[in-house]
């Protein structure tokens, strides 16, 4: 995708700042449920919550952590008093076991359920096989002890029948009409996590208890032919309407992503990848990933000015050419 610039927008003073369900953030950005990040740093999860909330970024926890969920939400309280977080669950089988995670997450301060409803079962994952993938010795899924890996798979078949052990609670047969239960259940805004479908984007704003939809197809380790991101973004925020917010992850590397989607419709902009490069790439795990949210302020920022928004409010479709598409007419609206 290309990005049309207009000028002579007074952008000497660029805000980046926006409002997601009730509270403000200074950059669009926030960091998504990342699994196992002590596969990167000793600190893994503490040392990327910590950094979200020294800079009062929005931090996801995952449920398939390698940091209990209370010891990471202690971190990033340590951090800073009061620090955005939400937590992201698979729903179980069991839903008093669902409950229960919940409510753990609720007493660590996670303020919204985030449910991930793209994969009912594992997708087929061949490099993981062809890595025989699986926790290092030492590490666990801290949150759901059943469901953890088992270290040192010895075959390709094996570290399979690993991974597939970390989904054996979930519920395959979740339909819509469960989300209203959980959030009944929860007492938690949910965020629908997965969506790329108009069809699906339009129910999730006629389903009780969605406060938001996210759009992401688990970083294409699910099914391998669904649309990137940037190609279901424009059918989701359609069918939306404007009726709830529609969060973004997948394939955001830069500011100018991050713009992008914002232009595209997206309210909010997460990361997953780059916190894992962030957290391997420094010797201190906090650092690392706080260098990675000021690198994608500053390009956001910068690419707003260059892009005539001095605000996210003035990014607007007709700033984003996708492949395909004919040069946009632009509107003479100032």
């Given at each position: 995708?290309?990005?049309?610039p207009?000028?002579?927008?007074?952008?000497?003073?660029?805000d980046?700042?926006t409002?997601?369900l009730?509270?403000?953030?200074?950059?669009?950005v926030?960091?998504?449920?990342v699994?196992?990040?002590?596969?990167?740093?000793?600190d893994?999860?503490?040392a990327?919550a910590?950094?979200?909330a020294?800079?009062?970024a929005?931090?996801?926890l995952?449920?398939?952590?390698?940091?209990?969920?209370?010891?990471?939400?202690a971190?990033?309280?340590a951090?800073?008093?009061?620090?955005p977080?939400?937590?992201?669950?698979?729903?179980f089988?069991d839903?008093?076991?669902?409950?229960?995670?919940?409510?753990?997450?609720?007493?660590?301060?996670?303020?919204?359920?985030?449910?991930?409803?793209?994969?009912?079962?594992?997708?087929?994952?061949?490099?993981?096989?062809r890595?025989?993938?699986?926790l290092r010795?030492?590490?666990k899924?801290?949150?759901?002890?059943?469901t953890?890996a088992?270290?040192?798979a010895?075959?390709?078949?094996?570290?399979?029948s690993a991974?597939?052990k970390?989904?054996g609670?979930?519920?395959?047969?979740?339909?819509?009409?469960?989300?209203?239960?959980l959030?009944?259940?929860t007492?938690l805004?949910v965020?629908?996590?997965?969506v790329v479908?108009h069809?699906?984007?339009?129910?999730?704003?006629?389903t009780?208890?969605?406060a938001?939809v996210w759009?992401?197809?688990?970083?294409?380790?699910?099914?391998d032919?669904?649309?990137?991101?940037?190609?279901?973004?424009?059918?989701?925020v359609?069918?939306v309407?404007?009726?709830?917010p529609?969060l973004f992850?997948?394939?955001?590397?830069?500011?100018?992503?991050v713009l992008?989607?914002?232009?595209?419709?997206?309210?909010f902009?997460?990361?997953?990848?780059?916190v894992?490069?962030?957290?391997?790439?420094?010797?201190d795990?906090e650092?690392?990933?706080?260098?990675m949210?000021a690198?994608l302020?500053?390009?956001?920022?910068?690419?707003m000015?260059?892009?005539?928004?001095r605000?996210?409010?003035?990014?607007?479709r007709h700033?984003v050419?996708?492949?395909g598409?004919?040069?946009?007419?632009?509107?003479?609206?100032l």
């Open positions: 995708a290309v990005v049309w207009r000028v002579l927008r007074a952008v000497g003073e660029v980046a700042g409002e997601l009730g509270r403000r953030y200074a950059c669009p926030g960091v998504a449920p699994a196992m990040q002590r596969l990167a740093h000793p893994g999860e503490r990327a910590a950094a979200c020294r800079r009062g929005l931090y996801v995952a449920q398939q952590s390698t940091t209990r969920l209370e010891d990471t939400a971190a990033a309280e951090a800073a008093s009061g620090a977080r939400w937590f992201q669950a698979y729903v089988r839903r008093d076991a669902t409950a229960a995670l919940a409510a753990r997450a609720k007493a660590a301060g996670c303020t919204a359920l985030v449910v991930t409803v793209d994969a009912p079962v594992l997708g087929r994952r061949e490099r993981d096989q890595n025989r993938f699986a010795k030492g590490l899924l801290a949150n759901v002890g059943s953890a088992q270290p040192g010895a075959s390709a078949a094996g570290a399979q991974l597939a970390r989904i609670g979930r519920d395959a047969n979740l339909v819509w009409e469960a989300v209203p239960e959030f009944d259940l007492g805004p965020v629908l996590k997965g479908s069809d699906d984007a339009r129910r999730a704003c006629e009780r208890g969605v938001a759009v992401s197809n688990h970083g294409g380790r699910q099914l032919v669904s649309p990137s991101t940037f190609e279901a973004l424009p059918e989701v359609a069918g309407g404007g009726r709830l529609v992850d997948g394939g955001v590397r830069r500011g100018t992503d992008k989607a914002l232009a595209l419709g997206a309210a902009v997460f990361v997953g990848r780059p894992v490069y962030a957290l391997g790439a420094s010797d795990g650092a690392g990933v706080d260098r949210l690198m302020e500053n390009e956001l920022k910068s690419a000015a260059l892009a005539g928004a605000t996210v409010a003035d990014l607007a700033h050419q996708l492949p598409e004919r040069p946009p007419r632009l509107a003479a609206r």
